[in-house]
């Protein structure tokens, strides 16, 4: 990892991670400043038709500079104190790329 002087970096900064722990979010977009978009899809089962829908789950997730996730990268993100409007989560593993 780098040295970086992010605040809110959870390894840098002063920033507690708690709460949950999820692993799997596959990064989506990296457009915001030091934050990313990340999805999962999950199966959900209806029984009225007895069949599974797909079902996407974003969050908008703090990206700090040491980590660096690119989109299409797995990552692993941690719950946090609200660190904006929409983020409370941080990432904090790069599992691995896209292969293409």
Do not use: W
């Not at 500079?65 to 409370?88: F, M």
Request: aromatic share 6%; hydrophobic share 30%; glycine share 6%.
């Amino acid at each position: 990892m780098v040295e970086c002087n992010d605040k809110k970096c959870p390894f840098h900064g002063n920033v507690k991670i708690r709460g949950q722990i999820i692993e799997g979010y596959k990064v989506m977009s990296t457009k915001m400043p030091k934050g990313a978009v990340v999805e999962k899809i999950l199966t959900q089962y209806i029984p009225k038709y007895e069949r599974y829908k797909k079902v996407k789950s974003k969050l908008t997730v703090h990206n700090p500079p040491c980590i660096n996730a690119q989109r299409g990268d797995i990552v692993t993100i941690a719950e946090c104190r609200k660190l904006s409007k929409t983020k409370s989560f941080v990432i904090i593993e790069k599992r691995k790329g896209e292969e293409q």
